[in-house]
Every structure is written in structure tokens, then in C-alpha cells.
């Protein structure tokens, strides 16, 4: 794919921004066919920021708390999505909720990376609520948003074992190393055009499936 053909993303985003960070650098070394365009945040402090500055990438902050009404924060957000242009959003640690103004602006083009098994653990803190549950994987998802927490659909996910002496900072970083593999690879088949959305139901052509059996613990 060339340079002028490449997809043109949008990261969105609220904190440190390593899922960015995994992205840019697919992006750099030519391994995945799009450009970020733009990354938007809401947090002044996020060091998503100085992340994309340091790649040489358009940053604007549109702060929350500037706006008394949410519908005029996501207006904002929105103009300044259409303005750049982009065809894909892509959330990465993005703490607000997307709003129907969002969806109707972008459907089936904003998708988000949760670090579980959905719909198992939506919201927040959802690695110490699969360890304090006793499940015994845990993972992340990546997916398309819609107007609830976590419950688009799903387009991919990455299976990770709890170990029995987990904590949340040990499960998470495990996790995460997951992150941002399958983020990337969702974000290479948008640029390919192999994802294909039938209301809850998401393929992904010519793409092999797994035929792995997962037991935790081992079956003796």
C-alpha cells in the first residue's frame, strides 16, 4: 500500500498511551499500511501527548472540563476528527464515554481494546475482578464501540492465563504485551478491508482460525 494510500487514523486518547506507542511504531517501521493522522486527548497531563509530539504527530487537547455540557465536548471532538479527515478512531485508554453524536459521525468506525475477556469484566479495575472472581484466563478484546460500556462488537481477542500468584500489576502487564499485538493486527485489517460486521457477528476474511484447545491448569 502507498504512502498516499495508507489509512488515516485518529488515536484517542487519556494517559500514558503505550497502546499508542505500539502503533506509532508499526506505523515507523512499515509494518502496518496507515498513518496517524491526529491523536486527540482530553487530558492536558497525558503522556499519550508527548508520545506522539516525540513522533512528529499532530496533537490537540480538547479538555472535558471546558465544556459544561458533554454533548458540546463531543461536538468539539468530532469537528475536529472530520476536519483532519480520518477513517478510522481508534481508542487507546480514552476515558469517556462515546456518545451517539460520535457513533453517528463514525459507524463501525471507532473501535476500543479492553483488557479482558468481554463480555466478561466490562468497565474499570477488570484485573483484580478476574483474579478476585477466580477465573482462570483473563485477556483483552478489541471492538467495535457502540453506546454502552464495552459492549460493541467483538473483533478480536487474546487469551492470557491467571497464575495463582497474580496481582493486578502482574496480570496487567501480561495483558498488555497482548495489547498491543492484536491492536495493530485489527488496525491492519481495516486498512486491508477484511473486516466484515453483521450486527454482533464479525469475520475477518481469508483470516485462519485458532485450533488450539486453552486449559489452566493443565489437563493431566
Known sequence: MSSKNKLRIAV???????????????CQQGTLDAEIDLVICNNPDAGALDRAKKAGIR????????????????QAVVTTLQEA????????????????????????RIINI?????????????????????????????HFVDDGVDTGAIIAQAVVPIHNDDTEETLSSRILEQEHKIYPQVIQWFAENRIVSDGRQVTIKSAQ????????????
Not at 117 to 139: E, M, R, T
Open 12 to 26: 484517542l486518547a487519556s494517559g500514558g498511551g503505550t497502546n499508542l506507542q505500539s502503533i506509532i511504531d508499526q
Open 209 to 220: 482460525q485458532s485450533g488450539n484447545t486453552l486449559t489452566n491448569p493443565l489437563a493431566e
Open 85 to 108: 479527515g480520518v477513517e478510522l478512531i481508534v481508542l487507546a485508554g480514552f476515558m469517556r464515554i462515546i456518545s451517539s453524536v460520535f457513533l453517528a459521525a463514525f459507524p463501525q
Open 114 to 142: 479492553h483488557p479482558a475477556l468481554l463480555p466478561s469484566f466490562p468497565g474499570l479495575h477488570v484485573q483484580q475482578k478476574a483474579i478476585d472472581y477466580g477465573a482462570k484466563f483473563s485477556g483483552c478484546t478489541v
Open 59 to 74: 496533537t490537540v487537547c480538547i479538555n472535558h472540563r471546558d465544556f459544561s455540557q458533554r454533548k458540546d465536548f463531543d
